[in-house]
Nanobody
């Protein structure tokens, strides 16, 4: 079955960086588009970014464009999210999921990112 395990979250100050990872197993990772979504306290899920199966197309939410970079290593079955210039409003639980854009599904358990002084 699909298993997605996120890691790399933590507590950072505004302006700092974090790199999230998502280890995938139980499915053919290299043929699926992959997505990052997040959920801030008391709010619904927000789509963050998607990368196609071969990395040929990448899209970002306007709120993270220019600061976040999604990537994948199909040889390692791993998805990444490099987050730079973090802001307090980026505070959320970050999840990786299968699917493209808002049509995501089968998310992992998530990793907490807190941006605070």
């Amino acid at each position: 079955q699909v298993q997605l395990v996120e890691s790399g979250g933590g507590l950072v100050q505004p302006g700092e960086s974090l790199r999230l990872s998502c280890a995938a197993s139980g499915f053919a990772f290299n043929v699926y588009p992959m997505t990052w979504v997040r959920q801030a306290p008391g709010k619904g899920f927000e789509w963050v970014s998607t990368i196609r199966d071969d990395g040929s197309r990448i899209i970002y939410a306007d709120s993270v464009k220019g600061r976040f970079t999604i990537s994948r290593d199909n040889g390692k079955n791993t998805l990444y999210l490099q987050m730079n210039s973090l802001k307090p409003e980026d505070t959320a639980v970050y999840y990786c999921a299968l699917g493209y854009g808002s049509n995501w599904y089968d998310r992992g358990q998530g990793t907490q990112v807190t941006v605070s002084t």
